[in-house]
């Protein structure tokens, strides 16, 4: 079995570029079925709502529960004090399996990985090469599982993905996915130095051909077991213990919710003022 852990599906609301306008799936599915990719894993594109977005994904998630699995985005501090009535939502209504949260919205937040935590699912949080963040987050949430995608740098910032190896092989709850990353050699780092288990195939699909991301896993030349984690295994394993049916949960609704100080980094940025 593979599964594709990372491709976007439905439309954004801005006109940026691809990835906040659509993600259509007609083309990434032809590829992915002559690849033999048999599930995929959807989250929504950028958008200025992502309740909204989430149900769209829901919608095409339950088109085909055989074939996909979705995790939910969340916007860190857009949606601060709402997170968990979010994922309550994403997780009891439409039996999402994690969360996806995007540094280019804002840095990932407490609220973001206690709510994780309740609903034990992973956290799919691209850090935009601010690798260090894995640390944190490893050493705070041991307990939670995160996904850092593209080895830590969409952009293919190579000094951030050779740094993020280390916190990769150091820390057993940060894991990365294939998806994007074009130096080979950090790819076989990964594998070699952090192990087979910590590394997850992601496309990055529609806008990345499945296929074509396939291909460097079989270019590892890795072991069929070691393969299969990569292709499978782990990401099953990360959503093996989700936990459907948590209430009790706070929802807090409209209360304000004190500033975190995590969410700016006092030694380069002022923190805004009207
Ligand atoms: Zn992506």
């Keep these: 079995m593979i599964i594709d852990s990372h491709c976007h599906a439905g439309k954004g609301d801005g006109l940026t570029g691809p990835w906040d306008t659509n993600a259509p799936l007609e083309k990434y599915m032809r590829r992915a079925a002559a690849a033999g990719i048999t599930r995929t894993v959807l989250f929504a594109a950028f958008h200025s709502d992502y309740a ?9 998630v339950a088109s085909r529960p055989d074939r996909f699995y979705g995790f939910a985005f969340v916007h860190a501090e857009r949606d601060r004090g709402r997170i968990s009535m979010l994922m309550r939502e994403a997780i009891e209504k439409h039996r999402f399996t994690g969360i996806k949260v995007h540094r280019y ?21 691209d850090v935009m090469g601010e690798v260090w963040t894995a640390e944190l987050l490893a ?9 850092i995608p593209h080895l830590g740098s969409f952009a293919d910032d190579w000094r951030a993905q050779l740094a993020f ?18 130096r080979f050699d950090l790819l076989e780092q990964a594998v070699h130095r952090a192990g087979p288990h910590k590394v997850l195939f992601g496309s990055d699909g529609p806008w990345l051909h499945p296929a074509v991301e396939l291909s ?19 990401f099953l394993r990360l959503v093996s213990r989700v936990r459907f ?12 919710i ?13 923190p805004y003022q009207p």
């Design 216 to 234: 460097k896993v079989r270019a590892l030349g890795l072991a069929p077991i070691d393969e299969g984690k990569i292709l499978s295994k782990n």
């Design 245 to 256: 049916g948590v209430y009790g949960l706070p929802v807090r609704r409209g209360s304000p």
């Design 139 to 147: 050493n705070e949430y041991p307990d939670v599982n995160f996904i």
């Design 165 to 182: 190896l280390d916190h990769l092989a150091r820390h057993p709850n940060i894991y990365t996915d294939t998806s994007g990353v074009r």
């Design 52 to 60: 909204r977005a989430n149900r769209e994904v829901a919608r095409i």
């Design 258 to 270: 004190p500033a975190l100080r995590s969410s700016y980094d006092p030694w380069v940025e002022r």
């Design 105 to 125: 919205d804002a840095r990932i937040s407490r609220e973001i990985c206690e709510v994780a935590r309740v609903h034990s699912v992973p956290v799919l949080y």
